[in-house]
Nanobody, 122 residues
Framework: QVRLVESGGGLVQAGGSLRLSCAASGFTFSISDMGWYRQAPGKQREVVAIITSSGSTNYADSVKGRFTISRDNAKNTVYLQMNSLKPEDTAVYYC????????????????WGQGTQVTVSS
């Protein structure tokens, strides 16, 4: 059974920090590209940060220099360290796992966690 369980969300004041964790099970974590996405009320879900199976990272422009994504393959866990938080970072944060590419651009799997709420007060 595939599971992605996020934790670490909560309420924090602007300028503060939070560390999100996503514990994965039921699939081969080490070959998966892992990502964090977020969805604010009334807005579409957007990518925050991606870390590939080889450890390459990409960030949304809005979080560059403030957020850091990392992974621990021994623990099947991906993290998102969020510093200098702003009220506009308030959203539900989702963990995502994508499997290797099949023919063309299709992924072998695409799994989502249930999300964790992050609220940044001004």
């Amino acid at each position: 059974q595939v599971r992605l369980v996020e934790s670490g969300g909560g309420l924090v004041q602007a300028g503060g920090s939070l560390r999100l964790s996503c514990a994965a099970s039921g699939f081969t974590f080490s070959i998966s590209d892992m990502g964090w996405y977020r969805q604010a009320p009334g807005k579409q879900r957007e990518v925050v940060a991606i870390i590939t199976s080889s450890g390459s990272t990409n960030y949304a422009d809005s979080v560059k220099g403030r957020f850091t994504i990392s992974r621990d393959n021994a623990k099947n866990t991906v993290y998102l360290q969020m510093n200098s938080l702003k009220p506009e970072d308030t959203a539900v944060y989702y963990c995502n796992a994508k499997g290797p590419y099949l023919l063309g651009q299709r992924r072998s799997y695409d799994y989502w966690g249930q999300g964790t709420q992050v609220t940044v007060s001004s």
